[in-house]
């Protein structure tokens, strides 16, 4: 692909006029604003992107002139993207484990925003940060309602972030709270429960917090009979804030990875064969860009592109779908539906991909040589 800058009118103008042998990915820049402008419209506060889940730099570039102006970084490499392509944009460092080397970068770097979940990295913070900046307690529950819990991780209890709050404030630091209500939230009760310990917290610990990040978890379109309910979560964020703290809640900020940017990623694999009519076998797997659809679940959305560009449309049959590699595990969750008429060299496309996707596609088994092609649309 070069440097070429072409941009098509959608999927299958490329896939019809350059029949690609390897999976593409489509970027719809004009969707990515567009979704971004949503959330800065609706969230009632400030709202960052989490770098990890697509650090792309065309997709960093167009949300920044969309107006995202915030930024969590989980390492040296992410901050020194952002600080190249975001120079004004605040960076919030929110892995809250992290090496004195990466500490003492990030505060080099300017960074003046950082996360904690311990006392053993409190105190690091401490002894390299200058007072002054921003630390925010990562707090977790034991609350379901998202496609996996990243609680299971990172957080500390109510009780221990009443006393990391204490110690954070004591030693001149600006006090924040964070949490993570799991990645794919469906439930907005959820941020509900998160919302009210935050202010129990805040109680316990006899200290205000200056503001409050309900973190990502906003989740993205997968199943095509469940449509996110980003709007009612945004609007349930606001008014528990005002009732948990009542009436004077901390400034709130989000960062959501998945929800901002899986909508403007479309991906089309080739079917490299169909198993004596039985099996699929994709040339993108869960080595590939489809690594998240065993822990997340499978996406629906999905439709086939034969190759001269035409849909197909015949009635669907119940499918087993394999990615390329030799592993046994590289295989789709379940069984998936696609039209009867389905043949070798035809593309199945899949929506809701921009999260997760091509940042963890690997090389294993010499697969994994993965494009991305702009479009201005991305209904094929
Ligand atoms: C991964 C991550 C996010 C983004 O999560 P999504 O579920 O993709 O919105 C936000 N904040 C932190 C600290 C994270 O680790």
Redesign the pocket.
């Known amino acids: 692909m070069g440097l070429s800058k072409t941009i098509w009118a959608n999927p299958s103008e490329f896939l019809r006029t350059q029949q690609p042998v390897d999976p593409v990915m489509f970027f719809a820049p004009a969707v990515l604003q567009s979704t971004a402008r949503r959330f800065i419209d609706g969230f009632p506060g400030l709202v960052t992107y ?1 770098v ?2 697509n650090p792309d730099e065309m997709v960093i570039q167009n949300l920044v002139a969309a107006g995202i102006a915030g930024f ?1 970084v ?1 390492s040296p490499a992410e901050i020194e993207m952002i600080a190249r392509l975001a120079p004004t944009a605040a960076m919030h460092y ?2 809250p484990v992290r090496a004195r080397h990466e500490i003492a970068y990030a505060v080099s770097m300017g960074v003046t925003s950082y ?1 904690v979940d311990s006392h053993s990295e409190l105190k690091k913070l401490i002894e390299i940060v200058p007072a002054g900046a921003e630390i925010s307690v990562r707090f977790k529950l034991p609350v379901s309602g998202a496609a996996y819990n ?1 609680g299971a991780k990172f957080g500390a209890t109510v009780d221990k972030a009443a006393e990391l709050l204490r110690v954070v404030a004591d030693n001149g630091y600006v006090a924040s709270l964070t949490f ?1 209500p799991g ?2 939230c469906t439930d907005p009760m959820a941020w509900d429960a998160y919302i009210r310990a935050a202010a129990e917290i805040c109680r316990i610990a006899g200290v205000t917090a200056r503001r409050l990040n309900v ?4 989740p993205s379109h997968r199943l095509s009979d469940q449509l996110p309910q980003i709007d009612a979560i945004f609007e349930l964020i606001g008014r528990v804030a005002d009732e948990a703290f009542e009436g004077t809640p901390p400034a709130l900020v989000c ?5 901002l940017v899986a909508e403007s990623f479309t991906l089309a694999a080739q079917v490299k064969g169909l198993r004596d009519d039985e099996h699929v076998f994709l040339n993108d797997g869960t080595y590939g860009s489809l690594d998240e659809l065993p822990l997340a679940g499978m996406i629906d959305r999905l439709s086939v592109v034969a190759p001269d560009g035409q849909r197909r449309f015949a009635a669907p049959e119940p499918r087993i779908i394999f990615g390329p590699t030799c592993d046994s595990v590289d295989r789709l969750p379940g069984e998936v539906l696609l039209p009867g008429d389905l043949a070798e060299g035809d593309y199945v496309l899949i929506s809701g991909m921009g ?1 997760y996707s091509t940042a963890t596609n690997t090389r294993f088994n010499g697969f994994g040589a993965l494009a991305i092609e702009t479009v201005m649309r991305l209904d094929a």
Do not use: M, Y
């Open positions: 989490a990890k889940s969590d989980a929110h892995n996360s990243f993570h990645t794919q973190g990502g978890g906003f960062e959501p990875g998945r929800g999260a």
